[in-house]
């Protein structure tokens, strides 16, 4: 089966950027001498999932660490809510960047309870994020005890504790077994219906074709495409035909 071309740059913009919560217009990160993102143009539908796809490499972190301020851009705009980007943003955005930033010595509650200290939010908004990720049962246990998985879905629920309308995963299901990819999968679609935007970033191209509403395929630093999901077509194909083609020019 063929595939039609990734849309011209202009023309993907021109359809993604309707009722917006967050673009980027022409950001780069350099290193040294390296671009780890260079020129990249990307728009996040309002009440949506952005599936952010590409090999291990291809700048998915670096572009998340943009967005939620951890990194600052070297040049190019970020735009939030249709206004650029500013720090106070961050007490809408939440966010869950490679490993959860757990205290191991205190308990799940506990972690929760002193990043809603810091945020000026009630206490019962932790035992809220507790009962959504299902770690009730383990609210007093200590983190040093979690599993690997345990830990990534407190490190979800910390993000959520400050109800925000954009939340960034990068690579969440590392470490869930199959139920708790299954969970967070029903959970991530019920984000967007409750007013949340999500953006995912993943290397595993079915986890994105089960939650995302667009996509956007990253390769050394650029975005190849970006695009509203179609059902109809099989994401793998199409993954690995654009990554061949770029690898190819």
């Known amino acids: 089966m ?11 913009a021109e359809d993604m950027t309707r009722e917006t919560v967050l673009k980027t217009n022409r950001i780069s990160k350099k290193f040294k001498k390296a671009y780890a993102i260079k020129d990249l ?6 009440n949506s999932v952005y599936g952010l796809l590409g090999p291990n ?5 670096t572009l998340l660490k943009m967005i939620t ?19 106070n943003d961050l007490l809408t955005i939440g966010s869950l960047i490679e490993s959860p930033p757990l205290y191991e010595n205190l308990t799940a509650y506990e972690n929760l309870k002193v990043r809603a200290t810091l945020l000026g939010i009630s206490t019962k908004r932790c035992h809220d994020v507790l009962r959504q990720m299902d770690l009730m049962d383990t609210k007093n246990k200590k983190t040093a005890d979690f ?7 407190l490190g979800i629920a910390l993000a959520l504790l400050n109800n925000p309308k954009l939340l960034v995963l990068d690579e969440p299901t590392n470490g869930l077994d199959p139920f708790g990819i299954e969970e967070l999968r029903k959970m991530i679609k019920t984000f967007a219906a409750s007013g949340i935007s999500v953006i995912i970033s993943s290397h595993v191209l079915s986890e994105i074709q089960h939650v995302a ?13 970006q695009d509203k999901i179609d059902a109809n077509k099989n994401l793998e194909q199409l993954f690995m035909e654009i990554i061949r083609k770029e690898r190819a020019s």
């Not at 040049?75 to 500013?86: A, K, M, Q, V």
Request: glycine residues 12%; contains cysteine; aromatic residues 8%.
């Open 57 to 61: 490499g291809a700048g998915k972190s």
């Open 41 to 46: 143009s990307m728009s996040v539908r309002k």
């Open 2 to 12: 063929e595939w039609t071309l990734p849309k011209p740059e202009c023309e993907i």
């Open 147 to 153: 599993s690997l998985g345990m830990k990534q879905r």
């Open 69 to 87: 301020g951890i990194i600052r851009p070297t040049s190019g705009e970020i735009l939030f809510n249709d206004h650029p980007w500013t720090r």
């Open 213 to 225: 509403d667009d996509i956007g395929i990253l390769y050394n630093g650029s975005l190849l495409y």
